[in-house]
């Protein structure tokens, strides 16, 4: 079954392994987190030091403020915040870190009882944090609380991150469906959207051959593929191709049943958001599978976002690859020029080591941009572009996935340059359950839309993604370190108010 196979397939791709550290909990999280994309958000840059503005400083209630930590934690109870900070602040520990990656990966998982007791300390710590539940209705239960007590929405996501065979790959289907339905259970004030990784629904192996055979399609504008449907561009000028140097074999007849199988999964979970005006979030992964995954993402967008004024489905740009602004202009012009409303989720990506390691290992050059600001530019840039167009009534809609406070800052001043309606739902933002609470909060005080991704799934079925949020948040300038500065500093605040 599709969880089963995801932590064995998982922790053999080493590539992919990150650090893990479990500790910590908690139920409201003062940390709270996801699409994703299963998907990171993409890391930042050290904040400057913390300081309260000065009189002459002080910023209007439109702007983005997260120098006030009373403020912005004010919805949070401190039992809360206590757990998100023990959690945050074990998971920056590099010897845990590691410790926690060497359990999961030992041969303590392979037996009954140990691995009983590995996962009952996962569950009641890290898995909790950064997690919504163990099925559909416990995670639209934890998104009402959240919003009830924060004002932030959710972002529902079943936590599976692949498969392998076609059993997989419909039981994962069932549950996006059942994710939908979860979803349209709760007030529309309450969530944005649902996820999905097409990783989950078409197995990986395929995945390679249809990406392989696109590229060569790309490089060889004589080679045909009887099977493509219409679709949006997924390569650009710049896009990595070493992934494929030579023509590959046609897809068998039994890879395009495959294939045609893996459409009508994504049609019926595309069919199912529409009906429920439920927005889809498509997830992005490794270069040599994301051809193909944009490919069904466009051509599903083609089929199902049929409403001029808020499309259904979006597929996700991640800005530390050289070539996203190219492929995202592409789209974005060829979706015009097909009158297609098309939706966008922007994230900063999450495959680095890997990426650098498959390219290094064919003597070429990372895909990824050469340094972080590179990439903190690109995702800026495409912001930029995103928010222009959607401001000037056109049917784009705009997922900022972002932790990253300096994006969050330009984007609430390019809001207010442009005269974005803050409310419409054609721009948002978000940021992953049990991470970068500050700028959820400063975002959501500044009045925009602002969701929490939230996965859910059985403990075991989490292992892929808490392993890459303990990486993220491994060291004392990791993502979560802004964060553990400001709960800090509000814990201290509330104990010398509480003893005044």
């Known amino acids: 079954m599709a969880t089963r196979l995801l932590r064995t397939n998982f922790i053999r791709r080493s590539y992919r392994l990150p650090a893990f550290s479990p500790v910590g909990p908690p139920t409201v999280t003062a940390s709270t987190a996801v699409v994703p994309e299963i998907l990171s958000f993409g890391q930042q840059a050290p904040e400057p030091p913390l300081h309260h503005p000065k009189p002459t400083e002080q910023q209007s209630h439109d702007d983005l403020d997260l120098s006030d930590q009373a403020r912005l934690f004010s919805s949070i109870p401190t039992s809360d915040l206590l757990r998100s900070t023990a959690v945050l602040h074990a998971a920056a520990i590099g010897p845990m870190v590691d410790l926690g990656t060497w359990v999961m990966s030992s041969k303590l998982m392979d037996t009954a009882v140990t691995r009983g007791m590995v996962l009952g300390l996962v569950k009641g710590t890290f898995y909790d944090h950064f997690c919504a539940g163990e099925n559909a209705d416990a995670a639209a239960e934890r998104v009402r609380s959240v919003y009830e007590a924060t004002g932030l929405k959710g972002m529902l996501v079943y936590g599976v991150e692949h498969a392998d065979d076609a059993a997989s790959c419909d039981d994962n289907m069932q549950q996006f469906i059942r ?7 709760l007030p529309t004030s309450h969530f944005s959207s649902v996820v999905v990784k097409i990783t989950a629904i078409c197995p990986i192996s395929l995945l390679k051959r249809v990406s392989d055979l696109l590229r060569w399609e ?20 710049s896009s990595p191709l070493y992934h494929t140097n030579s023509e590959p074999e046609p897809l068998t007849a039994e890879e395009e049943l495959e294939l045609a199988a893996a459409h009508t999964r ?47 489905v979006y597929n996700t740009i991640q800005a530390y690859l050289r070539d996203a602004g190219e492929r995202l202009h592409l789209a974005v ?152 500065q400001l709960m800090r500093m509000e814990l201290k605040r509330r104990f010398i108010a509480g003893i005044a």
């Open 179 to 185: 994710t939908i339905e979860a979803a349209k259970s």
């Open 218 to 237: 790309y490089k060889s504008p004589g080679f045909k593929l009887s099977w493509k449907l219409k679709s949006f561009p997924v390569f650009s000028d």
């Open 266 to 312: 994504i049609q019926e979970i595309c069919r199912k958001c529409q009906e429920s005006n439920v927005p889809l979030l498509i997830d992005a992964e490794d270069t040599i599978l994301q051809p193909a995954i944009d490919y069904m993402a466009y051509s599903s967008a083609i089929l199902f976002n049929a409403d001029k004024d808020r499309p259904i």
């Open 333 to 484: 012009q060829n979706a015009e020029k097909e009158n297609v409303p098309m939706g966008f989720k922007l994230v900063r990506g999450a495959y680095m080591s890997s990426e650098a390691s498959l390219a290094d290992s064919l003597g070429c050059k990372s895909p990824v941009h050469d340094t972080i600001q590179d990439t903190h530019s690109c995702y800026n840039d495409c912001m930029t572009f995103l928010m222009e167009k959607a401001s000037n009534g056109s049917g784009f809609g705009v997922v900022l996935a972002t932790h990253n406070a300096d994006s969050g800052r330009l984007a609430s001043r390019k809001a207010s340059d442009l005269g974005i309606d803050k409310q419409n739902g054609k721009i948002e933002f978000a940021q992953l359950y049990g991470m970068s609470d500050a700028l959820s909060f400063g975002l959501k005080r500044a009045g925009f839309n602002v969701s929490k991704y939230m996965p859910f799934g059985p403990v075991e079925t989490a292992i892929p993604y808490l392993l890459r949020r303990a990486y993220e948040n491994r060291g004392m300038m990791a993502t979560g370190a802004h964060d553990r």
